[in-house]
């Protein structure tokens, strides 16, 4: 598939797409290679701390349709659901992600000591609602860049917030005091065109300090 | 300034950028511009819960550094720190909304009132909890698509973390209980290149159900 790289059409022309092209599958190759995509966004000290479960065949789909409250017809008719996930333990990714960007010459040993020793303590001392906090926000920046880039490549997406908080995690397999889910996209080749919706003016919400 | 309109350089090549060149300012209308051009994310239910203060004066800046924890240099050189709230009585904007989306043809009166007097209620019955992930999350869209239109535009960013999160509503004039801080951006022209860092690769992260 041809990708789109007109970024005002990318992105103002974005809606949350309800009904899909049952017919459009995505491959798996293609589904990483746009999340791929989607984790140039940044994260806080880098830490990369969303997980991505692929929900894309009909008996996984089937159990989660009753853990969503109002978007069943996006599960029916989508590509994938994506749920998306915050890890409460991603400081065990610290390592690998810090020697990595030695190994590739984006910094020194001796940086990343000494920032791996200021880090990893400070992650794992977090409260429970700190590390909520810091997951879900940098979850949300990956889930918006994945929903643009899936339009680049010619697919539409609608972010679901109303599900089954508590369920979703031990569904599909993860543990659900470590793995706290942020939100789910469905994507797929839009087959209705999607919502049109107003947004206030930017001077509504806006003050100059 | 004339626009960059190609999705894979703002988007892929988007990179935090500490260091700006501070003859460089932002009219407050291009601010605005970027700021309404941010808000086609989405949010929950339409809420559009974000609150910007963008903080360009120098003496209004010497108020932020002290309760910034390590990225004084981005308050000292950028154009502007753009502070993202989310406002935990957002609801208040809920019928403006809804008849705004009526008036414009996009809601008919029916399903208006069908929604809020769902949504209100339900969304004033949140717990503290709720609503600060709520909240959290859909400012973080905003703010990640913010950082894309800074680049259409010819600007960069960093998206700050570490301050005193405390603080920061009063500081601006606004009462804490409602507005709370989710991230702050500081947004200019590049003096210096941004952070290299580096990603893991999708399948580490992903799996298919």
């Not at 989660?64 to 017809?73: A, G, Q, S, T």
């Not at 029916?76 to 915050?86: K, Q």
């Amino acid at each position: 598939m041809s990708k789109n790289n007109d970024f005002s059409d990318i992105t103002y022309n974005r809606k949350s797409v309800r009904v899909y092209d049952q017919k459009v599958k995505i491959s798996r190759e293609e589904m990483l290679e746009m999340i791929q995509e989607s984790t140039t966004a940044p994260s806080s000290v880098n830490m990369q701390p969303w997980r991505f479960v692929v929900v894309e065949s009909e008996e996984e789909k089937a159990k989660l349709r009753p853990l969503i409250r109002f978007n069943k017809k996006q599960n029916d008719t989508s590509a994938a659901m994506v749920l998306i996930f915050g890890d409460m333990k991603c400081y065990k990714y610290g390592e690998e992600i810090y020697n990595r960007a030695v190994a590739e010459g984006k910094m020194s040993p001796e940086v990343r000591d000494e920032q791996l020793a200021a880090i990893i303590p400070h992650y794992k001392n977090f409260t429970r609602q700190e590390m909520n906090d810091v997951i879900k926000i940098d979850s949300s920046l990956v889930a918006m860049q994945f929903m643009l880039v899936a339009r680049s490549h010619g697919y539409d997406t609608n972010p679901i917030g109303g599900f089954e908080a508590d369920q979703l995690a031990e569904t599909y397999g993860l543990n659900k005091d470590r793995y706290v889910p942020v939100m789910i996209v469905s994507v797929g080749k839009a087959e209705e065109a999607g919502d049109n919706s107003i947004r206030l003016e930017a001077d509504r919400f806006t003050t100059f300090a």
